[in-house]
């Protein structure tokens, strides 16, 4: 399934280090992060992971951007975007 992520960034600097040490370290069994966008002053980020469920996507970006931003998730349909754990 895939799940949307609306990030409102109140630490711009936490936010990107955060997402360069999850990109360096990995990410849990899973999961993956299929696409990310950013406004120009990275007050808002928009993604799209990849998982089990809303809830398993959750767990792993209140770990890691919690502290950097409050998140909003939804369940999306996505075209155009393979997945990373089908075939």
Known sequence: ???GVI?????PE???ASE????ATGLPEGVAWAVKAA???HR?????????SVTAVRDVVERAFGPFADNEYYEVEVDGVASQHRP
């Open 44 to 52: 808002i980020g928009i993604c799209v992971w990849e998982g089990e």
């Open 1 to 3: 399934m895939f799940v």
């Open 20 to 23: 360069a040490k999850a990109r």
């Open 39 to 41: 406004s120009r002053d």
């Open 7 to 11: 990030h409102h960034i109140h630490d």
């Open 14 to 16: 936490g936010f990107q």
